[in-house]
């Protein structure tokens, strides 16, 4: 498996690292995958806002 330079596979048996958001596998997300797809999901509608403003600023 390659190694992701994003990811921190778990932190203390129990912390997720991805794109800058941290994750508790007994918290928000029950696995790594679902914390990847929901930050995912977040840094589009972040770059989907940064698009829109530098579109509006032209």
Known sequence: MAHNP???QKRNGKWYWWDECWVDETGPFDTENE???DCN???QSQL???VTNETNAT
């Open 48 to 50: 989907k806002e940064e």
């Open 6 to 8: 994003n990811a921190v």
């Open 41 to 43: 999901k977040y840094w």
């Open 35 to 37: 914390a990847q797809i």
